[in-house]
């Protein structure tokens, strides 16, 4: 027997919730399936930009960011050797209100937007594995096959199937569309910690080729994360992850002393590698968003925003698609159009930055600058904040808004 549906969405991470819960709450049909029950663990930066906050009031779940008590983020603490500056998220027009980001851990995070794909009508499938995807006869995609939880397989048939699977995305392999980006090959081992003393901002250390970020998350715990190359970690035959943390403090000694009385409460986690290209995140009945459609790198923590963003451009293509099937390829080069306005100047700047972290002399100017002039470190932090975007530089008219919102 083969089961039914207008969307089937493979990945309940907050890009795959979110469009559930957007489909779900225009009437369409929609099963949302992950290989892991919920809640569970997810290694990440574990940071909402303040602009996450517009889309998560427009998915009808304003609240949920107080309901479990996320941590408010008012800018960042960027630091590098002999160098200190303080940024913060600055409000302009319209975007006054995400003013502040947050921290919260995701396996809080991505288990409440879960719910609230249920909640909003969506069939949630946990622990079912992707195998492949059905297509007809000229190639179109119309569904897919799982595994359950007892191993026995289960084909779903649907109008499109959405890849919200992660970086390492089967659903796009099964496209034959990823593409890697041999010169960043970044990996990320992440942890928590508690008897932190919470802060008001996040804190970022850059060091050659890697960077250490850590925020205050819910329930007071403080998230940490390590990111170097690949041949770094590979090269460190002990994986004495407390060690290689010490390493790359010994010159943030603001760091250090945070953490010199905390116990770690969770193990080392590793993921990656981060960036990743794909050749199309459409094709004929499937649909990728949030990670699974690329990514560069989590240095300025846009990973979810990049999601919740995705998954309303995602939305809206599939609504139109599906009321309209004679318009659906419009549709989809909507979503092409909204991603390329949108997200690839982020990941373009993204990557500029990461070629700076490969020369020392860089970091080190970059970070001095940015304490000599807290303004421009306002602007940097603002920008990690996805309230500006890389075009408004461009403007006359954001230098003054920039300023008048000092």
């Known amino acids: 027997?083969?089961?039914?549906?207008?969307?089937?969405?493979?990945?309940?991470?907050?890009?795959?919730?979110?469009?559930?819960?957007?489909?779900?709450?225009?009437?369409?049909?929609?099963?949302?399936?992950?290989?892991?029950?919920?809640?569970?663990?997810?290694?990440c930066g574990e940071f909402l930009s303040p602009e996450c906050v517009p889309y998560l009031d427009a998915l009808g779940e304003g609240e949920l960011l107080a309901r479990v008590g996320a941590w408010p983020v008012a800018g960042m603490r960027l630091s590098a050797t002999g160098a200190v500056a303080h940024g913060r998220f600055r409000a302009l027009g319209a975007s006054a209100r995400g003013r502040a980001g947050f921290g919260?851990?995701?396996?809080?995070?991505?288990?409440?937007?879960?719910?609230?794909?249920?909640?909003?009508?969506?069939?949630?499938?946990?622990?079912?594995?992707?195998?492949?995807?059905?297509?007809?006869?000229?190639?179109?995609?119309?569904?897919?096959?799982?595994?359950?939880?007892?191993?026995?397989?289960?084909?779903?048939?649907?109008?499109?199937?959405?890849?919200?699977?992660?970086?390492?995305?089967?659903?796009?392999?099964?496209?034959?569309?990823?593409?890697?980006?041999?010169?960043l090959q970044q990996f990320a081992v992440t942890t928590h910690f508690a008897g932190v003393t919470p802060r008001s901002s996040a804190a970022v250390h850059l060091f050659p080729r890697g960077f250490f970020a850590?925020?205050?998350?819910?329930?007071?715990?403080?998230?940490?994360?390590?990111?170097?190359?690949k041949a770094e970690l590979r090269a460190d035959a002990t994986h004495d992850h407390d060690a290689l943390l010490q390493r790359k403090l010994a010159d943030a000694p603001d760091l250090l002393a945070a953490l010199a009385n905390a116990r770690r409460t969770t193990p080392w986690r590793g993921i990656g590698p981060f960036a990743h290209e794909v050749t199309s995140p459409v094709a004929p009945g499937a649909l990728l968003v949030g990670d699974a459609a690329g990514y560069c790198d989590p240095l300025t923590g846009e990973g979810i925003y990049f999601a919740l963003f995705g998954a309303k451009a995602a939305a809206d293509a599939l609504a139109?698609?599906?009321?309209?099937?004679?318009?659906?390829?419009?549709?989809?080069?909507g979503y092409l159009a909204a991603r390329r306005r949108e997200i690839q100047p982020r990941i373009a700047a993204s990557r500029w930055l990461q070629r700076g972290l490969r020369h020392p002399w860089v970091i080190r100017g970059a970070v001095g600058a940015l304490a000599r002039w807290p303004g421009l470190a306002d602007l940097v932090v603002t920008m990690s904040g996805d309230t500006i975007?890389?075009?408004?530089?461009?403007?006359p008219g954001f230098w003054r808004a920039f300023r008048a919102s000092a």
């Open 104 to 183: 919260i851990r995701r396996e809080r995070f991505d288990f409440e937007l879960v719910h609230a794909a249920a909640r909003a009508g969506a069939t949630f499938l946990p622990r079912h594995e992707f195998v492949a995807l059905q297509r007809s006869p000229d190639g179109c995609v119309t569904g897919a096959t799982l595994r359950d939880p007892d191993g026995a397989e289960r084909a779903i048939a649907c109008r499109f199937v959405v890849g919200a699977d992660g970086v390492h995305s089967r659903v796009a392999r099964a496209l034959g569309v990823p593409r890697p980006v041999p010169w």
């Open 389 to 395: 975007h890389p075009r408004d530089l461009l403007r």
């Open 320 to 333: 139109d698609a599906l009321d309209q099937p004679d318009h659906a390829e419009d549709a989809m080069r």
């Open 1 to 43: 027997m083969t089961d039914r549906c207008d969307v089937l969405v493979l990945g309940a991470g907050p890009a795959g919730s979110a469009t559930a819960i957007a489909l779900a709450r225009r009437g369409f049909a929609v099963a949302l399936a992950d290989r892991k029950a919920f809640p569970r663990s997810k290694p």
């Open 214 to 229: 850590a925020t205050t998350v819910d329930e007071g715990l403080f998230s940490v994360n390590v990111v170097l190359p």
